[in-house]
């Protein structure tokens, strides 16, 4: 146990800052002389204790958990996520389930077999949604970071404010000193106050990828690869839920899912550079969100702060600037293009590999296609976490792009489309198949936008990243 006062004594009790603060006001002081000359230097050795509780009522209730090191506290989101997906229910996966999914997989792998050479990508996987949580809430932190600072840098903003409104205040209507330096004092707050923002933005991304977990069916139905080694990755909780009401068998419908999910995970495994090019794109525009400071400053001037609840929905409509900046605008369209790109791959080889076997292929068909359009779970997710209003509205010329690639060149020139980035469709390529083609026969260079421009910034950037890190995501695929 940490001897410090400011340490939590537990996960369940957050520190009663006021009294805390209360009592270094109060006398004991004394028994630590480092930090009475640092209160004295701040002109607070006889500060009154009521001023101290009303700034430790402000954080005290966002305080919970350990100290982070990141910009967000990831175990209370992890925590917030594991508890809200319980709350509704969220039964264990049995070993008869993991066997039925492993079946299923295993047949779904061997329908793939057929119709790409994109080899299998790893093992299957029944999970809970609390096991999808923990599996994907590392790649969730590298998504929303960028965000989580510009938080955190407001919220300190805002509060830096509060700080220099009250030393304009009568200082002896609030029992303090003369001359007390309210800087000073934020800036032995601070650390308290990046724990605050820590919990706040901890929370949202809980409750955010709780929700995400409750609709998801497989693993990277979102388009992302937030599975780590290739698993292929089932909820049958979620699939049974998304059943109901098709009228299909359910069999059926859990074997049309995992090979969408197989087929996603084999791209993202055989093709090196597509991956990092979307986790790029989504940290582009997070990157460069404007955050909304004095929408932040006003819910913390005008929202009771001692109710973290109240506080956090106030903020959670208050982040985001209402207007993407030119460089968000074109990692977006980006974003998009790739997007359609995989899904509209995955459309069409999903298609190829269940027509011969599954007779209400077209009724799941149009169930994805009409999940997708009414703002599936990744618009839903983005939205929250990032501000970004995602819809892919190009997945379904993309889909059309490669039936055209395989009519024209077969299953092997449909999968080559990936063996480099400068070889894939450009947005201006992609609702018109035969420009696309014309290019690969005549060996052409490619017509260029500022999507492909963006293209390129981003792959430069993922490239340096991983080869920083020892792997390269531009090697060769092992189809080519």
Same mark, same amino acid.
């Given at each position: 146990?940490?001897?410090?006062?400011?340490?939590?004594?537990?996960?369940?009790?957050?520190?009663?800052?006021?009294?805390?603060?209360?009592?270094?006001?109060?006398?004991?002081?004394?028994?630590?002389?480092?930090?009475?000359?640092?209160?004295?230097?701040?002109?607070?050795?006889?500060?009154?204790?009521?001023?101290?509780?009303?700034?430790?009522?402000?954080?005290?209730?966002?305080?919970?958990? +350990? @100290?982070?090191?990141?910009?967000?506290? &990831? #175990?209370?989101?992890?925590?917030?996520? !594991?508890?809200? =997906?319980?709350? $509704?229910?969220?039964?264990?996966?049995?070993?008869?389930?993991?066997?039925?999914?492993?079946?299923?997989?295993?047949?779904?792998?061997?329908?793939?077999?057929?119709?790409?050479?994109?080899?299998?990508?790893?093992?299957? +996987? @029944?999970?809970?949604?609390?096991?999808? &949580? #923990?599996?994907?809430?590392?790649?969730? !932190?590298?998504? =929303?970071?960028? $965000?989580?600072?510009?938080?955190?840098?407001?919220?300190?903003?805002?509060?830096?404010?509060?700080?220099?409104?009250?030393?304009?205040?009568?200082?002896?209507?609030?029992?303090?000193?003369?001359?007390?330096?309210?800087?000073?004092?934020?800036?032995?707050?601070?650390?308290?106050?990046?724990?605050?923002?820590?919990?706040?933005?901890?929370?949202?991304?809980?409750?955010?990828?709780?929700?995400?977990?409750?609709?998801?069916?497989?693993?990277t139905e979102v388009g992302l690869p937030l599975i780590p080694d290739g698993t292929v990755m089932i909820l049958p909780a979620n699939v049974s839920a998304f059943a109901e009401g098709l009228h299909v068998d359910a069999g059926e419908v859990h074997l049309y899912l995992a090979v969408r999910e197989a087929a996603r995970m084999r791209l993202f495994q055989s093709v090196g550079w597509v991956g990092p090019a979307l986790i790029a794109a989504v940290q582009k525009y997070a990157g460069d969100i404007r955050i909304d400071t004095e929408a932040i400053e006003r819910a913390v001037r005008e929202t009771d702060t001692t109710d973290p609840a109240q506080l956090q929905g106030v903020l959670q409509n208050s982040l985001f600037a209402p207007e993407p900046s030119e460089a968000q605008q074109a990692a977006l369209a980006h974003l998009e293009l790739l997007l359609a790109l995989v899904e509209g791959w995955v459309d069409e080889v999903s298609e190829r590999a269940v027509e011969p076997h599954l007779p209400n292929l077209a009724a799941l068909s149009e169930a994805v296609r009409r999940r997708r359009a009414s703002g599936g779970p990744a618009e839903r997710v983005f939205a929250s976490l990032v501000g970004l209003e995602l819809r892919p509205r190009l997945m379904r010329e993309a889909a059309a792009l490669f039936t055209a690639v395989e009519q024209a060149e077969g299953a092997a020139g449909r999968d080559e489309t990936w063996k480099h980035p400068d070889f894939a469709p450009t947005a201006a390529e992609l609702p018109d198949p035969a420009r696309y083609l014309a290019r690969r026969a005549g060996g052409t260079e490619p017509s260029r936008d500022a999507v492909d421009d963006a293209l390129e910034a981003l792959l430069a950037q993922g490239t340096a990243e991983w080869e920083a890190e020892g792997d390269d995501p531009q090697a060769p695929d092992s189809s080519s």
């Open positions: 146990m940490s001897n410090s006062p400011l340490e939590p004594s537990g996960p369940e009790e957050p520190p009663d800052l006021s009294e805390i603060l209360r009592s270094l006001m109060n006398g004991d002081i004394g028994a630590n002389p480092e930090m009475a000359d640092a209160l004295k230097q701040m002109g607070l050795e006889n500060v009154d204790p009521a001023m101290m509780q009303m700034v430790g009522a402000q954080i005290q209730a966002m305080m919970s958990g +350990s @100290a982070d090191d990141g910009s967000f506290n &990831v #175990e209370l989101a992890t925590d917030v996520a !594991r508890k809200q =997906v319980s709350s $509704v229910g969220d039964a264990s996966v049995t070993a008869g389930t993991q066997r039925d999914v492993e079946q299923v997989v295993q047949v779904a792998n061997l329908w793939l077999d057929q119709v790409t050479d994109f080899p299998v990508s790893g093992p299957a +996987s @029944a999970a809970s949604r609390a096991e999808w &949580v #923990e599996t994907t809430m590392p790649a969730w !932190r590298g998504l =929303v970071e960028p $965000v989580a600072q510009g938080v955190s840098g407001a919220i300190r903003s805002a509060m830096q404010e509060q700080f220099r409104a009250l030393g304009s205040q009568d200082l002896s209507e609030l029992g303090l000193p003369p001359g007390l330096d309210a800087s000073m004092v934020m800036g032995q707050m601070e650390p308290i106050v990046g724990r605050m923002s820590a919990a706040m933005f901890g929370m949202q991304v809980g409750q955010a990828v709780g929700a995400l977990a409750g609709d998801l069916v497989t693993g």
